[in-house]
Nanobody
Framework: VQLQASGGGLVQAGGSLRLSCSVSTLTTDTNIMGWFRQAPGKEREFVAQ????????NYADSVKGRFTISRDGVLRTVFLQMNSLKPEDTAVYYC????????????????WGRGTLVTVSS
């Protein structure tokens, strides 16, 4: 299983970005797609997840109401629409896939893409 993330960049505070993550194949091991982020000197943290089949979503409290995760099953692509960005959203964003919905720990995810850098200037 391979994941390819894209869409990062530099944006001013209050702006928006949309990240994309395509997955090479969908199996029982890829039931859930998630986004994580890691800021310099900090632990990798959960951002959002979505279940492929039902579209059920789950968000970290820090991004609720600002970020939206969605999926396109035909394209095998998951999106993270990020609005009202803040400087504290600056991080490398990673997409990942795993079998179980509801878990936010990074070790629950089996496959990871290379990160894409999001920088929010104040």
């Amino acid at each position: 299983v391979q994941l390819q993330a894209s869409g990062g960049g530099l944006v001013q505070a209050g702006g928006s970005l949309r990240l994309s993550c395509s997955v090479s194949t969908l199996t029982t091991d890829t039931n859930i797609m998630g986004w994580f982020r890691q800021a310099p000197g900090k632990e990798r943290e959960f951002v959002a997840q979505i279940r492929w089949r039902s579209g059920s979503t789950n968000y970290a409290d820090s991004v609720k109401g600002r970020f939206t995760i969605s999926r396109d099953g035909v394209l095998r692509t998951v999106f993270l629409q990020m609005n009202s960005l803040k400087p504290e959203d600056t991080a490398v964003y990673y997409c990942a896939t795993g079998p179980h919905y509801g878990y936010t720990e990074h070790y629950r995810y089996n496959y990871w893409g290379r990160g894409t850098l999001v920088t929010v200037s104040s």
